[in-house]
């Protein structure tokens, strides 16, 4: 038997497996639990010409947007929730610098369950009489060859690489989340399934004996993972579960700067293009704004922390 491989890399290497042009899945919901140190990073390395497939996006989309990464896409939601709207994808899609394809916010969820389940597309009953059908090309009609009723073939989701932020991961890319299953980690469990190019931030790397002795909370296994990274905070401004908390201070930062694209323009510059890394941008933010959002000790919400790889913000960063 061959000796498994680590998977372990820096959040450039992780990034290196993004290609210009490619469609890319993010994990988490709304403004939850979102890779944010991944998104960083693809605007540091200039990815261009990205399409970004999911059910509800906010902070992710908007920042690539601004930063000109994204060529279209499909989703039923781009916004900041509490914090208003996502005004730099406001503009580029009113200047038609995205291709926008609207799916509702279930069907979005089925477009994964098709990929995880092998299949072209997932069949949906309840879309007649309405513009998504209209507007949605994609979309085919069908019939139903059990009751010749009309169905419609929603195609799947197909994202070339997909990345989600979780808790806790081995070396390997075993994953470990959350016991208390909300929509975001919901969210990422679909999307792990609709792909195996799947790259994995982690905020603690623990031994493979720390994952075996709670093999229920492993519901990612290693053989979808393609890369993993030590990335504390790599949420950041978003929360993780009984993890972070979410930072309303930056997000209200970040509305107020992208109201203006002169604006935003300096507040990236700032932040992430002359920052090299996780840890610069951090130090960037602030520890002591950064140490308030921790919500609890470690060790509870079935995260143990024991066995962590590296410093505090690992090697591989």
């Known amino acids: 038997m061959s000796k498994r491989k680590s998977k372990l890399c820096s959040m450039r290497q992780a990034v290196s497996l993004i290609r210009d042009g490619d469609r890319i ?10 890779p944010m140190a991944l998104v960083h990073e693809l605007i540091r390395s200039q990815k261009r010409d990205l399409t970004v497939v ?55 969820w089925d477009r994964f369950r098709a990929n995880a389940e092998g299949l072209s597309f997932w069949p949906v009953s309840y879309l007649g009489g309405s513009d998504i059908v209209n507007l949605n090309q994609d979309i085919q009609t069908f019939l139903d060859p059990i009751t010749g009723k009309t169905l419609y073939a929603v195609p799947a989701a197909n994202p070339d690489v997909a990345a989600i932020h979780v808790p806790a991961a081995d070396i390997y890319g075993n994953v470990r989340i959350q016991p208390r299953h909300l929509l ?54 978003t929360p993780v579960l009984g993890v972070r908390k979410m930072d309303d201070a930056f997000f209200e930062k970040y509305v107020e700067a992208s109201a203006d ?57």
């Open 25 to 34: 899945a993010l994990g988490g919901f709304a403004i939850y639990q979102k």
């Open 54 to 108: 999911g059910s509800v996006n906010s902070i992710d989309v908007d920042m690539l947007a601004g930063a000109g990464c994204l060529k279209g896409v499909e989703t039923s939601y781009v916004g900041l929730e509490k914090f208003g709207l996502a005004a730099n994808y406001r503009r580029a899609v009113q200047a038609g610098e995205i291709r926008v394809v609207h799916y509702p916010e279930l069907i979005s």
């Open 184 to 237: 975001p980690q919901s969210m990422d469990v679909a999307i792990a399934r609709a792909t195996r190019n799947l790259i994995v931030t982690a905020e603690k790397i623990i031994k493979t004996e720390e994952i075996q002795k709670t093999p229920h909370l492993n519901v990612i296994p290693a053989f979808r993972v393609r890369a993993v990274v030590h990335a504390p905070n790599g949420s950041h401004p």
């Open 261 to 317: 694209p002169q604006a935003f323009h300096t507040f990236l510059q700032t932040l992430i293009l002359q920052t090299r890394d996780q840890a610069a941008y951090l130090k960037q933010i602030g520890y002591e704004q950064i140490g308030a959002l921790t919500e609890e000790k470690e060790g509870k919400d079935g995260v143990q922390h024991s066995g962590v790889v590296g410093g505090e913000f690992g090697p591989y960063n």
